[in-house]
């Protein structure tokens, strides 16, 4: 099955800073690639998702990129705000939605 | 439009018993999975129903079953309850289930096992 893992398990950016969290997945039948923020006390919310047949996507500050050779793919925040300080889970999944998520990242961002 | 909605937000067990959680998914969702997200393990894949029917089953014993109505709503059963059971269970639901299908997490319930 799937196996993602993702780095770094914490991550701590002055604001305004950039922040970058990178997956690497084993099923090369894995073509969804969602990431999820979750603040405390809540469930996971979907930021940004990139397919296999796309490179790059980006939504306003947060752009994801995937390589589907190297079969990894990273989230990129730019002008990070206190705001973004939550935990991120990274998740590949195949045809069959069994989707397998990274171990996440406790983004903190410094006022 | 309302979100995904579990009840109840905690519980709180002893070993040996039994639990029963309830995910009601955003209205017009048909596929419904169920996550277990523990500080050590992250999140972990239960199982997925769609149309009433258990479609995907993740590496988890028979002590955890699940089931769907007709109105998509969804339960999952946990008996003979074990003190590493205590997690946060999620339940998220799509319109088709398929990816790239989007998945709506509810808050979850948070489960412990005394």
């Known amino acids: 099955g799937e196996n993602v893992e993702q780095h770094p398990s914490t991550l701590s950016v002055q604001e305004g800073d950039s922040a970058v969290i990178k997956c690497t997945y084993s099923?090369?039948?894995?073509?969804?690639f969602p990431w999820y923020k979750q603040e405390l006390g809540k469930g996971p919310q979907l930021i940004i998702d990139i397919r296999s047949n796309v490179g790059e996507k980006k939504d306003q500050r947060i752009a994801v990129t995937l390589n589907k050779t190297a079969k990894h793919f990273s989230l990129h925040i730019t002008e990070t705000q206190p705001e973004d300080s939550a935990v991120y889970f990274c998740?590949?999944?195949?045809?069959?939605?069994?989707?397998?998520f990274g171990a996440g990242t406790r983004l903190t961002v410094k006022p | 439009k309302a979100g995904v909605t579990q009840t109840p937000r905690y519980l709180i067990k002893t070993r040996g018993q039994q639990v029963t959680l309830s995910c009601s998914p955003i209205s017009g969702h048909r596929s419904v999975s169920w996550y277990q997200q523990t500080p050590g393990q992250g999140l972990q894949f239960l199982f997925e129903y769609f149309s009433e029917t258990q479609r995907n089953k993740g590496n988890f014993p028979g002590r955890f079953s699940g089931r769907q109505f007709s109105n998509s709503r969804s339960e999952m059963n946990v008996s003979t309850l074990e003190l590493g059971d205590s997690a946060l269970y999620l339940c998220a639901s799509s319109l088709e289930g398929r990816p790239p299908n989007i998945q709506y997490f509810g808050a979850g319930t948070r489960l412990s096992v005394l």
């Open positions: 099923d090369s039948a894995s073509n969804y």
């Open positions: 998740a590949a999944s195949p045809y069959n939605n069994d989707m397998r």
